[in-house]
């Protein structure tokens, strides 16, 4: 066996290796239901996926002060796409901006009226979509199962990360 048959052989077999055929199937499921939950949310309310996602972020703690620097860190975007994202979203009449009382660099993003309006309509939306196609197709134990494996996932990243 020469040197390249070795090599696409062992290629091959890392290829389909279970670990890379588990983690491929999370990544598709987590894939096409951000998908799905994005389709809706523009159909339904006029708004995408990470729009939402900031909304539930501004929304979550109304009393809550949240920075255009926080909300980058925690959807994981540069400053330039926060700024454009907060940009768009405030020309839609969803958040405004207003300078930080306790650091003038700081700029807090909050949500308007019809940002909360927005994102009440959107949130029965993406439940409707979660319930169908996370929720729905797993029985109740094993869900219980899966989504606790998913918090001792996110908290082994989050420690692995320290």
């Known amino acids: 066996m020469n040197d390249t048959t070795r090599q696409d052989d062992?290629?091959?077999r890392?290829?389909?290796s279970p670990l890379v055929h588990d983690f491929g199937?999370?990544?598709k499921a987590a894939t096409r239901l951000e998908q799905r939950i994005d389709t809706a949310l523009r159909h339904e309310c006029g708004i995408g996926h990470t729009m939402f996602e900031v909304l539930i972020r501004l929304c979550r703690q109304p009393d809550e002060e949240v920075s255009q620097r926080v909300l980058a860190t925690d959807l994981t975007l540069t400053s330039s796409g926060i700024t454009r994202?907060?940009?768009r979203m405030e020309e839609a009449g969803l958040v405004r901006?207003?300078?930080s009382p306790e650091d003038r660099r700081s700029?807090?993003?909050e949500p308007t009226a019809q940002g909360r309006a927005v994102f009440l309509r959107a949130a029965v939306v993406h439940a409707d979509v979660v319930e169908r196609y996370f929720v729905a197709p797993v029985a109740g134990d094993d869900y219980a199962r899966l989504t606790g494996s998913l918090r001792e996932i996110h908290q082994a990243?989050?420690?692995g990360a320290d």
């Open 14 to 16: 890392a290829a389909n």
């Open 25 to 27: 199937l999370l990544i």
């Open 107 to 109: 700029v807090l993003v």
């Open 157 to 159: 990243l989050r420690e």
């Open 10 to 12: 062992e290629a091959a």
């Open 85 to 87: 994202l907060v940009d």
């Open 97 to 99: 901006r207003v300078p």
